[in-house]
């Protein structure tokens, strides 16, 4: 465990009962959350790779256009 990570649990154990559940719950979430994220994103590698290939191709042949940044969508 990290120096930084044990000042975390440290400053948590303080907290009364309730509150470390919720930080608890808060942090499984976000690590859940990241392994989802992580593996979505190396299951998409391929696609993206084929759509960054088009894209570049569209560019190359005058297919596309500047982004108008001054617009509100």
């Known amino acids: 465990m990290t120096v930084l990570l044990q000042k975390a649990f440290e ?15 808060f942090l499984i979430s976000e690590i859940d959350d990241e392994k989802t994220w992580e593996a979505s994103f190396a299951a998409s590698q391929d696609e993206l790779a084929h759509m960054a290939k088009e894209a570049l191709a569209e560019y190359r042949t005058g297919q596309t256009r500047p982004l108008d940044t001054s617009r509100d969508f």
């Open 11 to 25: 400053r948590a154990s303080a907290l009364p009962e309730r509150e470390q559940d919720r930080f608890a719950q």
